[in-house]
């Protein structure tokens, strides 16, 4: 099956699934009905207009899908978590830790994933180490087989004498470089190396090959919020779907097994 073929095979079963008539199908994708049905029974081959209205109704659905809900309970911590990775950056974070909240939301507004988390924990380095694992989790379950999706990517983010840069792909394989130096005197209530150890449960737990460098600076509230904005603009770009890959898209979540 060609790809062309694949889309409109995703097409007839996003309809079937829901019960949706050949006008209705019509009106989704942008086309006359009598026009949509020559082209369902092939008896006409698909136009470019059928294809880009098609991988845009495919597209939307798969998006609904890209969610997931991590609830974690252990002896040492608590974290309950919702992503939905195709949001507008609305967030509501709830660590106790002031500065962790601060960061994870910088990350979720520059990466325009909705999160809701609340974590607490016996101690801070548990509790941050574990919203890593849950938050890496999360992404490994919205994403699902990752199909379609742009998957490697980099930012560069400054913030006033600071500058780090963040590279991700989402390849499969769970292997973190950190490279962030901090000097201590500035993070206000979080220990600097749990920075590092952040990152390192995020990526083993989101199966993502992540290389996080602060290029240099001085102060380290500036380091972590420039690092975490890169995140955040690394990991958006790397996640989105990118509608070129027709066929490769949607062919897990959404519709098929509806
Ligand atoms: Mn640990």
Redesign the pocket.
């Known amino acids: 099956m060609d790809s062309t073929e694949k889309v409109l095979q995703q097409i007839i079963n996003y309809q079937n699934s829901n019960s949706l008539s050949d006008q209705q199908m019509a009106d989704k994708i942008g086309c006359s009905r009598p026009l949509y049905q020559r082209t369902r029974t092939a008896r006409i081959p698909m136009g470019g207009t059928f294809i880009r209205g098609a991988m845009r109704v495919l597209t939307e659905t798969f998006k609904q899908g890209r969610k997931s809900t991590i609830q974690r309970i252990t002896k040492e911590t608590n974290i309950n978590l919702e992503l939905n990775i195709d949001g507008t950056g609305d967030y509501a974070i709830n660590t106790g830790v002031r500065i962790f909240d601060h960061m994870i939301s910088l990350f979720a507004r520059h990466g325009l994933f909705d999160i809701k988390l609340t974590a607490t924990g016996d101690d801070i380095?548990?509790m941050v180490?574990d919203v890593g694992i849950c938050l890496g989790k999360a992404f490994g379950e919205a994403l699902g087989e990752k199909k379609g999706i742009v998957r490697m990517a980099s930012a560069s983010v400054p913030m006033d004498e600071t500058m780090a840069t963040v590279v991700v792909d989402f390849g499969g394989r769970g292997y973190p470089v950190i490279k962030a130096e901090f000097s201590g005197n500035d993070l206000s209530g979080l220990p600097a190396d749990l920075i590092r150890?952040f990152l390192e449960?995020f990526a083993i737990e989101a199966r993502m090959n992540l290389h996080a460098a602060i290029a240099y600076g001085i102060n380290d509230h500036h380091k972590a919020e420039a690092l975490f904005k890169a995140l955040g603009r690394a990991l958006d770009m790397a996640t989105r779907i990118d509608e070129r890959i027709a066929g490769e898209l949607p062919s897990t979540k959404g519709y098929l097994e509806k």
Request: glycine share 0%; proline share 0%; no cysteine.
């Open positions: 380095h548990h180490e150890h449960s």
